[in-house]
């Protein structure tokens, strides 16, 4: 009895280990996504939504799209972008796997959580095409990141200030001479107002996370974790948390603005 609490929390942390910053970042572009809508309805009516959404929602589909393909499931139907229904949903893709693959369910929480991440890859894109300086100061970031192997106060702190530098790089006074950081601004705005997670998101995850637990709870019992090095499991922490911090940093932006305006209107 005594070796399986063990193993059960040995999965448990490895779970956590493995998705929890992808599930607390989720939780937070959740929240400011939420306000942010609700700002931009009030300066400039539901109507914005659209105006968000006609770049955001494709951008959000696509993610979930991939994704799905990816992990091998079949993609029954797809809708980029609609009118809000009256549960609000403006875009879905359905889909359907084959409940004996453990890879295929495992795929259920990547796919729930790929708009986090499709989002967030293509504002790198924009970055590398529209202001080249602030993409290559994030791929410094990443750089740094991938020989982090220890998570201490001083890697904290470097990795911030290099997080600074990006942000004071994004709004150089060069780049408000330059038109296409306007357009960047817009699109980023767009992805990022439509970067959270849906209900049926986080719905369709958790039958992932599950999967994910019972199978690190099975490695454990036979004894094939100890594979899994501390080293290992630090880079990949710290790689997946650089592009999260860029999700939020940029979803935090694009709240600021939506507040500014809500101001500014009123």
Same mark, same amino acid.
């Given at each position: 009895m005594e070796f399986l609490i063990q193993m059960l929390i040995r999965a448990c942390i490895e779970t956590v280990y493995l998705t929890g910053i992808i599930i607390l970042v989720g939780m937070l572009l959740g929240i400011m996504r939420n306000y942010t809508i609700k700002?931009?309805?009030?300066? @400039?009516g539901m109507k914005s939504i659209m105006i968000t959404g006609?770049?955001?929602?494709?951008?959000?589909?696509?993610s979930h799209a991939i994704f799905a393909a990816i992990f091998g499931h079949k993609i029954t139907a797809v809708k980029l972008l #609609?009118?809000?229904?009256?549960?609000?949903?403006?875009?879905?893709?359905?889909?359907?796997?084959?409940?004996?693959?453990?890879? #295929?369910?495992?795929?259920?929480f990547f796919i729930g959580t790929a708009p986090i991440f499709g989002?967030?890859?293509? =504002? =790198?894109?924009?970055?590398?095409?529209?202001?080249?300086?602030a993409y290559d100061e994030f791929i410094s970031i990443?750089? =740094?990141?991938?020989?982090?192997?220890?998570?201490?106060?001083?890697?904290?702190v470097h990795i911030f200030s290099m997080y600074k530098v990006?942000?004071?790089?994004?709004?150089?006074?060069?780049? @408000?001479?330059?038109?296409?950081?306007?357009?960047f601004l817009f699109i980023a705005i767009c992805i990022c107002s439509h970067i959270s997670l849906s209900y049926a998101d986080i719905?369709?995850?958790?039958?992932?996370?599950?999967?994910?637990?019972?199978?690190?709870?099975?490695?454990?019992?036979?004894?094939?974790?100890?594979?899994?090095?501390?080293?290992?499991?630090?880079?990949?922490? =710290?790689?997946?948390?650089?592009?999260?911090?860029?999700?939020?940093?940029?979803?935090?932006?694009?709240?600021?603005?939506?507040?500014?305006l809500t101001i500014i209107k009123h």
């Open positions: 700002n931009f309805a009030r300066s @400039f006609f770049i955001g929602v494709p951008v959000h589909e696509m #609609q009118r809000p229904d009256e549960n609000g949903v403006m875009g879905y893709v359905e889909h359907s796997y084959n409940q004996n693959s453990i890879y #295929q369910q495992i795929g259920n989002g967030i890859l293509s =504002v =790198v894109g924009l970055m590398h095409f529209m202001i080249p300086r990443l750089k =740094v990141n991938s020989h982090v192997t220890v998570i201490n106060k001083a890697a904290a990006l942000v004071k790089t994004i709004f150089s006074t060069a780049n @408000f001479h330059n038109i296409y950081f306007y357009i719905r369709g995850a958790t039958g992932g996370l599950i999967t994910i637990f019972l199978v690190l709870l099975i490695l454990n019992v036979v004894g094939w974790t100890k594979y899994l090095s501390i080293e290992n499991i630090t880079k990949y922490n =710290v790689l997946i948390t650089a592009f999260l911090i860029l999700a939020v940093l940029l979803s935090a932006i694009t709240f600021l603005i939506s507040l500014v």
